[in-house]
């Protein structure tokens, strides 16, 4: 595996001798750890079968779950899938950022049925990451990326977070630092009236209502259906120690995943203490909490206790995150 590190503040991707080489092993059907806005991507060319099962065996990734594809333009993402209304409303307002778009897909579309699972809908994103819309546009088409860790652990924020699960898996990993927004994009389904939120990440709820000018509906669970999402299963983005959510005190050996100004009571027990965001601001604790996980995991404690996070904009999809991160294991398989 090779490593191109980009200084994004400072030089383009186009402008690096790396960068042709990177596109020649996405031409050849390689996997590739590309930095986004939320996470970092396991990134394979999504018009390639062998390529997309290549992800999904690197990342011991169940197939029935469809990846998302990312492309450099609205432009482009034309091009696979259709757009009603409301999806040209949350495109126009939220592309490139941290939206995905669940739309019917287009007759012909070149993406493969591994990457939409077989189904007759396509997700896209055109992600606010320079990196990974270079990387598509210089392919000519979509790459397909789910985030770069072991399917069901805790999601990649980092260039050595992605070497760590996946270092021997993939061809390169371009290395641009930790993801500014560091939690997974919300997945919005246009395929009917009213748009479902499949899944709560970097966009809030409120703001696409907003832009909507109506409620989102929340997906029906129906019994023995394959989740429709992988922020659907109920455990998932789960570290080695066990979780306990709500903590108002630490018991000894635990862990603290602190959240704003005032510890819980016998914080002093601790045996690590990481605290998401001092000032209790949600965006700021949305980016540091997978590498706080990972990093709590990381000391051996059996337990991580959480304190309590607001509900609020970004605060559903940390919450959901973290519910997910505290279920039991082994219920990989239900819906929430
Ligand atoms: P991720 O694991 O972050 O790549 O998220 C992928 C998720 O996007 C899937 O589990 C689905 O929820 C959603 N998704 C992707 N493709 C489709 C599709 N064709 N139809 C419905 N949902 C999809
Ligand atoms: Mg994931």
């Known amino acids: 595996m090779k490593r191109w590190t980009l200084d994004l503040d400072h030089e383009s991707p186009t402008d690096s001798p ?5 596109v020649k092993a996405l031409r050849d059907g390689m ?3 590309v930095p986004t806005e939320t996470v970092y991507g396991l990134a394979a060319d999504a018009t390639q079968p062998d390529a997309c099962a290549r992800i999904f065996s690197a990342k011991r990734r169940p197939r029935f779950n469809p990846l998302i594809s990312h ?8 091009e696979y899938g259709y757009f009603n209304d409301d999806a040209l409303k949350l495109a126009e307002a939220f592309w490139p950022g941290p939206l995905t778009l669940v739309l019917p897909k287009k007759p012909g579309s070149p993406i493969c049925d591994l990457a939409t699972a077989g189904l007759d809908s ?3 994103r055109v992600p606010a990451g320079l990196v990974m819309r270079f990387l598509s546009e210089q392919i000519g088409g979509p790459l397909a990326a789910p985030s770069a860790n072991v399917s069901g652990k805790i999601s990649a924020t980092t260039a050595d977070d992605v070497v760590a699960d996946l270092g021997d898996k993939i061809a390169y ?4 630092g930790p993801c500014p927004i560091g939690i997974e994009s919300t997945i919005v389904a246009c395929l009917g009236d009213p748009p479902q939120i499949l899944r709560s990440g970097g966009v ?5 209502e907003a832009v909507l000018g109506r409620s989102l509906q929340d997906p029906e669970p129906e019994a023995g259906a394959a989740p429709q999402a992988p922020g659907m299963l109920l455990s998932h983005y789960a570290p080695s120690a066990s979780v306990r959510l709500d903590a108002a ?15 819980p009571r ?3 027990n601790a045996v690590a203490t990481l605290n998401l965001s001092p000032t209790g601001d949600l965006t700021e604790a949305a980016k540091n909490l997978f590498s706080g996980l990972r990093q709590l995991d990381r000391t051996g404690a059996h337990t991580i206790c959480v304190q309590t996070v607001p509900e609020t904009g970004l605060g559903e999809a940390i919450n959901d995150r973290l519910r997910r991160a505290a279920a039991p294991r082994g219920t990989a398989m239900q819906r929430s």
């Open 173 to 176: 990993v371009v290395d641009a």
């Open 18 to 22: 790396r960068a042709a080489e990177v």
């Open 249 to 263: 005190d630490v018991k000894p050996g635990e862990a603290l995943l602190a959240f704003g100004p005032k510890p």
């Open 266 to 268: 016998s914080h002093g």
């Open 71 to 78: 492309v450099a333009s609205f432009d482009a993402a034309t």
């Open 122 to 124: 396509v997700a896209l």
């Open 204 to 208: 809030s709820r409120e703001a696409i």
């Open 31 to 33: 996997l590739v750890g």
